[in-house]
């Protein structure tokens, strides 16, 4: 059977649907990932992966065998937090998953806690979107993550931990921004949006997100209500990104409390308060609970939920 560290070529290339992406996930060249496949490849006598097709996806035989070897991971990673929650082993590790945008603002001082009560333990952090996160956890890569939505799957354990105010952001340089003034958030003081004639901002450019993001099913949501039309000329899959480009003047940008305040430019933006029934949204922490939670992971939740 193979070892290893084939199963995480293998594994790596499954989940990211490209030798490119995987390559770079594992720090090796695209050449020598290939190579590595191939001869996996020859010693199983099977094809794993249909290279023809994009995304690259596996064939029925390597579907198969992902399978047993997702499911060998997981077996592994219970036995291992079991073992160290018994032991209370110093090689205890942690990993946690979040979107980007409270990777630097959020996660920081919380880590800077559990690693005070768990100073001998691991921690691992991976960023990606919420879908990718959900993705990660099924797969047994995460023992918990930030999420901002509370719509999963059944699976999924989720409980809140904070929530945070929503905004509209736009360029300082528009024109809109003058007709507009009395609505501004100004001194940081937030009011609700609920007198704002949302239809002024119609017909003007909006970086979006990629669709499947919870956020971005809350602002189509608002805008039909609204009855704001848009120009949707951008699309991103990060908040903080956005954000970073509305200040640089390419569009406007919804964005939450937590993304503002690790924008480096929000000098360059008015901020406008959305209205009362999308004014706040929560946050939570999920993780799977089909699989073992270990002591340390369920310490981190506790931290999360007290601060």
């Given at each position: 059977m193979i070892h290893g560290q084939q199963e995480k070529v293998i594994?790596?290339?499954?989940?990211?649907?490209?030798?490119?992406k995987a390559a770079s996930e594992l720090g090796i060249s695209q050449p020598a990932l290939s190579a590595a496949v191939n001869k996996i490849e020859k010693k199983l006598g099977i094809r794993i992966f249909e290279r023809k097709q994009t995304p690259i996806c596996p064939t029925e035989e390597g579907m198969?065998?992902?399978e047993y070897l997702k499911k060998s991971q997981l077996e592994y990673q219970v036995c291992f937090h079991k073992i160290n929650d018994i032991i209370k082993n110093k090689n205890a590790k942690l990993t946690i998953g979040t979107p980007a945008a409270y990777a630097n603002t959020y996660l920081p001082d919380k880590i800077v806690k559990f690693k005070k009560k768990y100073a001998e333990s691991k921690v691992s952090i991976r960023i990606a979107t919420l879908p990718e996160l959900m993705d990660m956890s099924e797969e047994g890569l995460l023992d918990c993550f930030i999420s901002t939505s509370d719509n999963l799957e059944p699976d999924f354990s989720i409980q809140k931990i904070f929530t945070e105010k929503m905004y509209l952001c736009v360029p300082k340089s528009w024109e809109i921004n003058e007709k507009m003034r009395q609505y501004q958030i100004k001194k940081g003081v937030f009011e609700n949006g609920n007198e704002i004639d949302w239809k002024q901002f119609s017909n003007l450019e909006l970086i979006t997100l990629e669709e499947n993001q919870p956020?971005?099913?809350?602002?189509?949501?608002?805008?039909?209500?609204?009855?704001?039309s848009?120009?949707?000329?951008?699309?991103?899959?990060?908040?903080?990104?956005?954000?970073?480009?509305?200040?640089?003047?390419?569009?406007?940008?919804f964005c939450s409390e937590v993304v503002l305040m690790n924008c480096h430019n929000r000098e360059r933006l008015c901020i406008y308060p959305l209205p009362d029934y999308l004014s706040e949204r929560n946050l939570y922490v999920a993780?799977?609970?089909?699989?073992?939670?270990s002591d340390i992971c369920r310490g981190f939740i506790d931290i999360l939920r007290n601060n």
């Amino acid at each position: 059977m193979i070892h290893g560290q084939q199963e995480k070529v293998i594994l790596s290339v499954y989940r990211n649907k490209s030798f490119t992406k995987a390559a770079s996930e594992l720090g090796i060249s695209q050449p020598a990932l290939s190579a590595a496949v191939n001869k996996i490849e020859k010693k199983l006598g099977i094809r794993i992966f249909e290279r023809k097709q994009t995304p690259i996806c596996p064939t029925e035989e390597g579907m198969v065998l992902i399978e047993y070897l997702k499911k060998s991971q997981l077996e592994y990673q219970v036995c291992f937090h079991k073992i160290n929650d018994i032991i209370k082993n110093k090689n205890a590790k942690l990993t946690i998953g979040t979107p980007a945008a409270y990777a630097n603002t959020y996660l920081p001082d919380k880590i800077v806690k559990f690693k005070k009560k768990y100073a001998e333990s691991k921690v691992s952090i991976r960023i990606a979107t919420l879908p990718e996160l959900m993705d990660m956890s099924e797969e047994g890569l995460l023992d918990c993550f930030i999420s901002t939505s509370d719509n999963l799957e059944p699976d999924f354990s989720i409980q809140k931990i904070f929530t945070e105010k929503m905004y509209l952001c736009v360029p300082k340089s528009w024109e809109i921004n003058e007709k507009m003034r009395q609505y501004q958030i100004k001194k940081g003081v937030f009011e609700n949006g609920n007198e704002i004639d949302w239809k002024q901002f119609s017909n003007l450019e909006l970086i979006t997100l990629e669709e499947n993001q919870p956020l971005q099913k809350d602002i189509n949501k608002f805008l039909e209500k609204e009855q704001v039309s848009v120009n949707r000329k951008m699309i991103v899959n990060q908040v903080l990104l956005g954000i970073e480009l509305a200040a640089q003047g390419l569009g406007m940008m919804f964005c939450s409390e937590v993304v503002l305040m690790n924008c480096h430019n929000r000098e360059r933006l008015c901020i406008y308060p959305l209205p009362d029934y999308l004014s706040e949204r929560n946050l939570y922490v999920a993780y799977n609970g089909k699989y073992y939670s270990s002591d340390i992971c369920r310490g981190f939740i506790d931290i999360l939920r007290n601060n």
